[in-house]
């Protein structure tokens, strides 16, 4: 079962607490004049300067990883981000419930970046049901439960369209 360390990696007292952005190895190599060889990348990630996203393989935490290699952390991504849904941020957070019943979410494959803000809601949301969902027994609840919250999330935006117009 995953809980918050999933999100932010247990660290030493000098962790980096700021906005933290998941990030692909591509995007990662980005922040370097020339991109770092695999052999020495996956080296860092073996002494814990690179901090690996618990959640999936292949993900990266930026800002922890800079902080921890003494480099100058951002506050803001160099490109526009993809803002997600309500839908696809909750599907995110229960991932970070439980990874074996709730995988990762499609759409994370798809993308470079899950900015800091998507994070920290997906993390609140996970905190809001994961009582209710560990406190169910069989898997089909957890995934009828999972369901309706699916459902409410799509609900919910669709009415703040109709509020808009």
């Not at 526009?80 to 957070?93: F, G, P």
């Not at 027994?137 to 117009?165: C, I, R």
Request: aromatic share 10%; charged share 25%.
């Amino acid at each position: 079962m995953i809980g918050d360390d999933a999100v932010v990696p247990k660290r030493k007292s000098n962790a980096y607490d700021g906005p933290d952005f998941v990030v692909t190895r591509e995007f990662f190599d980005r922040y370097f004049e020339k991109p770092m060889p695999a052999s020495t990348f996956h080296d860092l990630v073996g002494k814990g300067r690179i901090i690996p996203w618990r959640c999936m393989r292949g993900r990266y935490m930026l800002n922890a990883s800079l902080h921890s290699m003494k480099l100058p952390t951002v506050k803001k991504l160099p490109h526009a981000e993809t803002r997600h849904s309500l839908e696809d941020i909750t599907r995110l957070a229960f991932t970070f419930i439980d990874e074996r019943i709730f995988p990762a979410p499609p759409w994370l494959l798809a993308v470079e970046v899950v900015c800091a803000e998507e994070l920290d809601l997906a993390r609140r949301i996970a905190d809001q049901h994961r009582g209710k969902v560990s406190m169910m027994d069989p898997v089909e609840l957890k995934l009828a439960y999972f369901g309706g919250v699916l459902d409410a999330a799509v609900m919910q935006a669709n009415d703040s369209v109709v509020t808009e117009l």
